[in-house]
C-alpha cells in the first residue's frame, strides 16, 4: 500500500485506517507513544534497527495524518518531545481488538508448530515484522 492511500477518501474504512499504520515502524510507534511522551533519542534506543532518519520520516508522516504531536522546548540543547493525538490515541485503541486477535493468532501457530519447525505444509517465511 502506497503512502498516496492515506488521503484517498474512495476506499473503504480498513484500507483508509491501514494506509494510516501501514510501514515497519508505525504501529510499534503509536504503542510506545500510548505509555507516554518520548523523545526522539529514546525512542531509537528502544527499537535496534530504527535510524534517526527513518525514525523521523516515520514521526513526520503520523504528525501529517494528525496521530502525533511534536512539541519543542526552548533551552540549551532543544528538547523535542512526541506525544499521542487524541485522534492517535483513538487509532490505538481502535487496534488494541486486532492485537488481541494477533496474539492468540501466534499462540495457536506455536500449538500447532511441531517442536519449534514451521505448520505442516506451512513454507517458513522468516520472522514476523514488529508491525
Request: glycine residues 10%.
Amino acid at each position: 500500500m502506497t503512502r498516496s492511500r492515506a488521503g484517498d477518501t474512495n476506499v473503504c474504512g480498513v484500507t483508509a485506517a491501514i494506509a494510516v499504520i501501514d510501514g515497519k515502524w508505525k504501529t510499534i510507534l503509536l504503542w510506545l507513544l500510548e505509555s507516554a511522551p518520548r523523545r526522539p533519542g529514546e525512542l531509537v534506543r528502544r527499537l535496534p534497527g530504527l535510524t534517526e532518519k527513518v525514525l523521523t520520516q516515520t514521526l513526520r508522516e503520523m504528525e501529517a495524518d494528525g496521530l502525533v504531536h511534536r512539541e519543542v522546548h526552548d533551552g540549551r540543547p532543544l528538547k523535542t518531545v512526541y506525544s499521542l493525538t487524541d485522534f492517535g490515541q483513538e487509532l490505538s485503541q481502535a487496534l488494541a481488538p486486532l492485537s488481541d486477535w494477533g496474539h492468540r493468532r501466534l499462540e495457536k501457530l506455536a500449538r500447532e508448530t511441531p517442536s519449534g519447525g514451521t505448520p505442516s505444509g506451512e513454507a517458513q517465511a522468516g520472522p514476523l515484522p514488529v508491525s
